[in-house]
Nanobody, 127 residues
């Protein structure tokens, strides 16, 4: 069983930056996509960004494009989310996810595609 552990959340003023990190517990972990999702109070979980583990492909929700950057470190089995120009509407619990597959399904933005989830880390952006 793979465990994903997020870190790096916190409180920041609008316009500020935060960097989230997600570490997979298993050194033999395999996943086609790893993604970040977020859930604000009273809202459904939504896609933020994803990365193809073995391809130079990254994907972003329109709401974060140009402000957030997803990256990976294959040697460390970590995926980071650099968040710049943060807005109050970015406030949410952010979840790291991995699909655990060996093929690319194309469903990187669909939460049902992911079998492994972290516990979540709170990001709060004050105005």
């Amino acid at each position: 069983q793979v465990q994903l552990v997020e870190s790096g959340g916190g409180l920041v003023q609008a316009g500020g930056s935060l960097r989230l990190s997600c570490a997979a517990s298993s050194r033999t972990f395999t996943s086609a996509y790893m993604g970040w999702f977020r859930q604000a109070p009273g809202k459904e979980r939504e896609f933020v960004a994803a990365i193809a583990w073995s391809l130079p492909n990254t994907y972003y929700a329109d709401s974060v494009k140009g402000r957030f950057t997803i990256s990976r470190d294959s040697a460390k089995n970590t995926v980071d989310l650099q968040m710049n120009s943060l807005k109050p509407e970015d406030t949410a619990v952010y979840y790291c996810a991995a699909d655990g597959r060996t093929y690319y399904s194309g469903r990187y933005s669909q939460s049902y595609n992911y079998d492994y989830w972290g516990q979540g880390t709170q990001v709060t952006v004050s105005s």
